[in-house]
């Protein structure tokens, strides 16, 4: 290219800036880098509920079947759209919205259990608002996040109960939860809430179920459980920016809600505060290998994987022919309530 040419190109190219500019087309660059020194602690806050629920982000709550996990959801969120500290922890007080995607009947028996035994006669408006209609949230989160938008309604929780009743399609499939994590981002983003998704546990109750991809996006995982007492433990195994391992501990309580069209008697149950059944007040005799394995676990002071806690045994003199021993032992101690998986590994019930 000769300099007749360069000179050319060049006014060629400060022609095509000018006419950008002139247009307001200009745009600085989408990756923008952040120097260090500009890099500031942010103070807002950054729970929905301190120590259980980050704010925004996407919380996992799972369990076996009957467990109490949309119970305890429910519980929780009122809570939120209330301002009202739960279980001595502070709350992001606002508005809720809670997706009921089955059992829409029971809920309106448990919102009326949940009025008669926390709200006074007088209570002022809750900002909680149930979205009582089954969705295939993949599909439909563009036109959920609209009519919500429609209604002038600024979530800073967003409930999704259960994800089997969000989604057409396979939780095994890594498409179909990849998609199904795709729409709790946006749903995530469109309102900067936090985003709880009820869940069921897998075969073995060791998991949740389905692809594991939706517990490698979660910032927060609670698994739901009962005690020998029927006790609801919530356990928190996984938090992203936050301590593990503690454990709240409730109770259904039955309520008379009122009458059928037969005069029958409506019971519901709300949620209360309760004491875990310690392994002495549960009156189970552990066998000699169930105590150390139990012990070793203690002892430890931390999460221990499988392997881990197996080697470990071994160490206290444990073990056998049979491959399974170690298996036996972890999972009669989790039968008994005594232990529980979380991401980082088994850990002892507090």
């Known amino acids: 290219m000769d300099i007749e040419e360069w000179s050319n190109s060049r006014l060629d190219a400060e022609i095509i800036q000018l006419d950008a500019n002139r247009n307001g087309k200009a745009k600085g660059p989408r990756f923008k880098l952040v120097p260090f020194n500009s890099i500031e602690l942010g103070t807002d806050r950054r729970y929905l509920v301190k120590g259980l629920v980050p704010y925004p982000g996407l919380t996992v709550i799972w369990g076996p079947p009957k467990c109490g996990k949309s119970f305890w959801a429910f ?116 309102f900067d809430c936090s985003v709880l998704v009820v869940h069921h546990c897998g075969i073995n109750d060791s998991r949740p179920r389905g692809h594991t991809s939706l517990t490698g996006a979660a910032d927060a995982r609670l698994a739901v459980t009962r005690d020998v007492a029927k006790n609801i433990l919530v356990d928190v195994e996984f938090m992203k920016d936050g301590e593990e391992g503690e454990t709240i501990v409730s109770a259904l309580e039955s309520v008379d809600v009122g009458h059928d069209q037969d005069g029958d008697l409506i019971i519901s149950c709300v949620i209360v505060p309760s004491e875990a059944v310690t392994s002495e007040r549960r009156g189970t005799k552990l066998s000699a290998n169930q105590q150390t394995m139990l012990d070793v676990l203690v002892a430890a002071g931390r999460p221990l994987s499988s392997d881990e806690w197996t080697e470990l045994a071994k160490q206290a003199g444990l073990g056998s022919s049979r491959r399974a021993w170690a298996w036996d032992l972890r999972n009669a101690l989790k039968k008994m309530c005594l232990v529980y998986e979380g991401v980082n590994g088994w850990s002892p019930h507090k």
Do not use: W
């Open 75 to 190: 519980d929780l969120s009122m809570h939120v759209a209330l301002g009202r500290q739960y279980r001595g922890r502070r709350v992001h007080q606002g508005a809720v919205v809670y997706c009921c995607f089955e059992g829409q009947d029971g809920f309106k028996a448990r919102a009326e259990a949940f009025r008669q035994k926390h709200l006074a006669e007088d209570s002022v408006e809750i900002p909680f608002h149930l979205m009582p209609v089954r969705a295939d949230l993949p599909r439909e989160y563009q036109d959920l996040i609209g009519d919500i938008r429609m209604q002038g309604i600024q979530p800073v929780a967003f409930v999704l109960d259960t994800l089997n009743r969000s989604l057409v399609g396979s939780e095994n499939s890594d498409e179909d939860m990849g998609n199904y994590i795709k729409a709790t981002d946006a749903i995530r983003e469109a």
